[in-house]
């Protein structure tokens, strides 16, 4: 595995963990609302 698709493979993996506890994080202070 080159290092480049290893770096974009991390990058989306970041991303999508970002994504997923932002969207989480707004529909739990829905919910409380």
């Not at 080159?2 to 919910?31: P, Q, W």
């Amino acid at each position: 595995m080159d290092v480049s698709s290893k770096t974009v493979v991390m990058i989306n993996v970041c991303a999508a963990f970002a994504l997923i506890s932002l969207l989480s994080v707004r529909f739990g202070l829905v919910l409380i609302i």
